[in-house]
């Protein structure tokens, strides 16, 4: 069992940055792939970015160049830093841990965090 708890979202405005931290329990994180999610109102979740046991990431188009996933092993935390940010952008961001193999669909991943709102003024 693994518990996924994100901090740092907060309101920003547009062209500002914001860090992401999801904190992890349990002494497998290096075992698991783990990703990003966001959700905005009346929205599907979307993918946003995982980076893999493997050291791999892989990002959706939207964010490309923009964000940057990054993750601690030592800590059990992964990282999502947010540059350049739209107010397209807003939503609640969900960390997610897998198993299996992290893509970015929302059937591989076993556990999620309860999510941290982003919001960004124009």
């Known amino acids: 069992q693994v518990q996924l708890a994100e901090s740092g979202g907060g309101l920003v405005q547009a062209g500002g940055s914001l860090r992401l931290s999801c904190a992890a329990s349990?002494?497998?994180?290096?075992?698991?792939?783990m990703g990003w999610f966001r959700q905005a109102p009346g929205k599907e979740r979307e993918f946003v970015a995982v980076f893999r046991r493997t050291s791999t990431t892989v990002y959706a188009e939207s964010v490309k160049g923009r964000f940057t996933i990054s993750r601690d092993n030592a800590k059990n935390t992964v990282y999502l830093q947010m540059n350049s940010l739209k107010p397209e952008d807003t939503a609640v961001y969900y960390c997610?841990?897998?198993?299996?193999?992290?893509?970015?669909?929302?059937?591989?991943?076993?556990?999620w965090g309860q999510g941290t709102q982003v919001t960004v003024s124009s």
């Open positions: 349990g002494r497998t994180f290096s075992t698991y792939d």
């Open positions: 997610a841990a897998s198993y299996g193999l992290g893509t970015a669909r929302k059937a591989d991943y076993d556990y």
